[in-house]
Each structure stands twice: as structure tokens, then as C-alpha cells.
């Protein structure tokens, strides 16, 4: 089953606008990841945020997470044509860390 | 570092010909994990190993499929008899901590 379930499905933006992404999750969690897919790739590795983190920066990516909600949200500023990708958050649960259960994506078109 | 390798990239084969996936992790890394990936179902997770050992396999769909760890280098994944409903994308991912590195998948199509 899957823990985590991406908000919007798709989303398509201009270049240079920002694009924000949900996750929600269900059960308790460790740490939340994000992954960025392009098209006939794999998953590579954004960020991770940890469960007693609120929020977390990485260049032009943020990350928050609200456990009370259990949501977390991806933030990238000052979007480019290169972002255009498929962005999964995974959560791994506090019995086994280091297996990770992935959320059904979200597509972004960047438009140029 | 050359990153997880795994070959074939592509695999086209016939209903009930056997399928084996082969997969090259990180060097050093002690967790394997194989996914599958389809437009209908997402992205699963099929079984994982640490230190070569299978840790969980409840996202093994059937029989049909079987995965091994020799060696701390290399893990096949194994589907026999292939069957058109296991075409999908398989991913291979290796890690030694929480962040997980994939491989570039193998398509699989079975006609």
C-alpha cells in the first residue's frame, strides 16, 4: 500500500515561477525523502527531512514537514525547463528505516 | 563512482520465457532493494536485502519471481514464466544509510 500520496498530480508552470508540491502520509514516520524522476531515469535523491525537523533548504529546493498533519510540503523557487520531472516523497517508518514506501508522484511541466 | 549498473536496459521476451534482471550496487552499500514500476501501480517495492540477506519480500507478487544476493556486488531478479501483466520498468536501488541511490531501471515488455 502506499504511504505517501502527492498533491497536485500534475502541475504545469511558467518559467521562473515557483511550484509546490504536498505529501501526505498515514502512520508515523522516521524521515520523509524526496525524489526527482525524469522521464526514462531513475529516482534520484533531493532531500531528507527528519521527523524532528520542521523545515529544510537545499539551493533552490524547501522542504517542510508537519508531523501533526502529516504532510509535508516541496517548495522550488525560480523554476527552470530542467525541472520538469516527476517529484515522489517517500517515508520510511520507525521499524524499518531504511525501506522506503513511495507516493504516487507528482508531474511538473516547467514551460519555457 | 559508477552508481548502481543494471543490465539489460531493455528486454523484450515471450510469455513463459524466463527473465533474469541483474543488478550491480554502490560499492560498499549493505542495503539492495528492487522496485517495479508501471503507470497502473506505481512504484513497489518487491524485496530488499542487507549485508546479502533478503530482509522482506511481501512485495513479491508470486512465485514467478525469485531474487538473489551472492555477493555484496551483484543481485539478479528472476521471473519465471514471464508473463505480459510483469511488463513493467525494475529498478534496482542500493544505500548505506537513509538515501537510497537507483539504478537507470530495466524495460521489461513481455508479448
Known amino acids: 500500500s502506499q504511504q505517501g500520496e502527492e498533491d497536485p498530480q500534475a502541475l504545469s508552470i511558467q518559467e521562473g515561477e515557483n511550484a509546490t508540491m504536498n505529501c501526505s502520509y498515514k502512520t508515523s514516520i522516521n524521515n520523509l525523502q524526496w525524489y526527482r524522476q525524469n522521464s526514462g531515469r531513475g529516482l534520484v535523491h533531493l532531500i531528507l527531512i527528519r521527523s524532528n525537523e520542521r523545515e529544510k533548504h537545499s539551493g533552490r529546493l524547501r522542504v517542510t514537514l508537519d508531523t501533526s498533519k502529516k504532510s509535508s510540503s516541496l517548495l522550488i523557487t525560480a523554476s527552470r525547463a530542467a525541472d520538469t520531472a516527476s517529484y515522489f516523497c517517500a517515508t520510511a517508518d520507525g521499524d524499518s528505516s531504511y525501506k522506503l514506501i513511495f507516493g504516487s508522484g507528482t508531474r511538473l511541466l516547467v514551460r519555457p | 563512482d559508477a552508481g548502481v549498473i543494471q543490465s539489460p536496459r531493455h528486454e523484450v521476451t515471450e510469455m513463459g520465457q524466463e527473465v533474469t534482471l541483474r543488478c550491480k550496487p554502490i560499492?560498499?552499500?549493505?542495503?539492495l532493494f528492487w522496485y517495479r514500476q508501471t503507470m497502473m501501480r506505481g512504484l513497489e517495492l518487491l524485496i530488499y536485502?542487507?549485508?546479502?540477506?533478503?530482509?522482506?519480500d511481501s512485495g513479491m507478487p508470486e512465485d514467478r519471481f525469485s531474487a538473489k544476493m551472492p555477493n555484496a556486488s551483484f543481485s539478479t531478479l528472476k521471473i519465471q514464466p514471464s508473463e505480459p501483466r510483469d511488463s513493467a520498468v525494475y529498478f534496482c536501488?542500493?544505500?548505506?544509510?537513509?538515501?537510497?541511490?537507483f539504478g537507470p531501471g530495466t524495460r521489461l515488455t513481455v508479448l
Open positions: 560499492s560498499g552499500h549493505d542495503y
Open positions: 536501488a542500493s544505500s548505506s544509510r537513509y538515501t537510497q541511490y
Open positions: 536485502f542487507n549485508n546479502n540477506v533478503p530482509i522482506d
